[in-house]
C-alpha cells in the first residue's frame, strides 16, 4: 500500500536558515503530493501541493519539487522565521474505490525557529 | 466559499462518558467528510471516512463511532470514553472526482482530554 516517510525531528534552526526537511513516498501509479502546516493548537493548512511528475509547488517561500525517479517531495525555504515554527506533514492522495480520495499521511516533522 | 466548522474546541470529560463531537461543512454539496485523531506526539490516524449521507467506513477497531445524519454533517462518538481516547480530532472534507490535487480542507480540531 501507499506510505510516506519524512525526516524524523524536531529540527531547530536559527532565524534566517536554510530549510530542508525530506519526504520520500511508496505508491503506484501517480499520486499527488502535498506539504500540510500545522501551528501549535490549531488544524492543519495546505501549504502547497505537486499533481505530477516535475511539478514544482510553493508558497509563502516554501518550494517542493515532485521527483518520481527518486519518490521524493523534499519541502525547502531559503529563509526561515520564527513565525514558521510549526509541524509539517508529508502526505500523498489519490482516489480509492468508491469515490473516496484518501491522503496517506507521513508522521510529522516538528520545526523550531529560534531568534 | 467553502468553509469547515467544528466544535467544541475543546473538551475535558470524565472516563465512562459519552461523547459527542460535530463537523459541518457550507459551501459545497456531497463533499466527502474524514475523521482523524492526533495523539500527543504522535501523526494523524485516520478514524472514519465517509461518501455520502448515512456511509461509513471505518479504518480502525475502536471505542468510537461516526454518523453522517446529513450531507454535510459528521458527528464523531462514544457510548464510554477511555483514557485512552484523549487526543486531537480534527475532521476534515474533500471532493468527489475532478477535485484531484485539492486535498482535503480541515476544521481546527477538538482537544479532547479524559480524566
Known amino acids: 500500500g501507499d506510505s510516506v516517510t519524512q525526516m524524523e525531528g524536531p529540527v531547530t534552526l536559527s532565524e534566517e536558515a ?3 526537511i525530506n519526504c520520500t513516498y511508496t505508491a503506484t501509479g501517480y499520486p499527488s503530493l502535498f506539504w500540510y502546516v500545522q501551528y501549535p493548537g490549531e488544524g492543519l493548512q495546505l501549504l502547497l501541493k505537486a499533481t505530477k511528475a516535475d ?3 510553493s508558497n509563502k517561500g516554501f518550494e517542493a519539487t515532485y521527483r518520481k525517479e527518486t519518490t521524493s517531495f523534499h519541502l525547502e525555504k531559503g529563509s526561515v522565521q520564527v513565525s514558521d515554527s ?8 489519490r482516489y480509492s474505490g468508491a469515490g473516496s480520495y484518501q491522503l ?9 525557529v529560534i531568534p | 466559499s467553502q ?5 467544541p ?6 472516563v465512562g462518558s459519552p461523547l459527542s463531537l460535530e463537523c459541518t461543512v457550507e459551501g459545497t454539496s456531497n463533499p466527502n467528510l474524514y475523521w482523524y485523531r492526533q495523539a ?3 501523526g494523524l490516524q485516520l478514524l472514519f471516512y465517509s461518501v455520502g449521507i448515512g456511509q461509513i467506513s471505518s479504518e480502525v477497531p475502536q471505542n468510537l463511532s461516526a454518523s453522517r445524519p446529513q450531507d454535510r454533517q459528521f458527528i464523531l462518538s ?7 481516547d484523549s487526543g486531537f480530532y480534527l475532521c476534515a472534507w474533500s471532493g468527489k472526482t475532478g477535485d484531484r490535487g485539492y486535498g482535503y480542507t480541515f476544521g481546527s480540531g477538538t482537544r479532547l482530554t479524559v480524566v
Open chain 1, 86 to 93: 510549526a509541524v509539517y506533514f508529508c502526505a500523498l492522495g
Open chain 2, 40 to 42: 500527543a506526539g504522535r
Open chain 2, 9 to 14: 474546541a475543546t473538551l475535558v470529560q470524565p
Open chain 1, 18 to 20: 536554510f530549510l530542508t
Open chain 2, 78 to 84: 462514544s457510548k464510554k470514553l477511555l483514557l485512552s
Open chain 1, 104 to 112: 496517506t499521511f507521513g508522521k510529522g516533522t516538528k520545526l523550531s
Open chain 2, 3 to 7: 468553509t469547515i466548522h467544528q466544535w
Open chain 1, 55 to 57: 511539478d514544482k509547488g
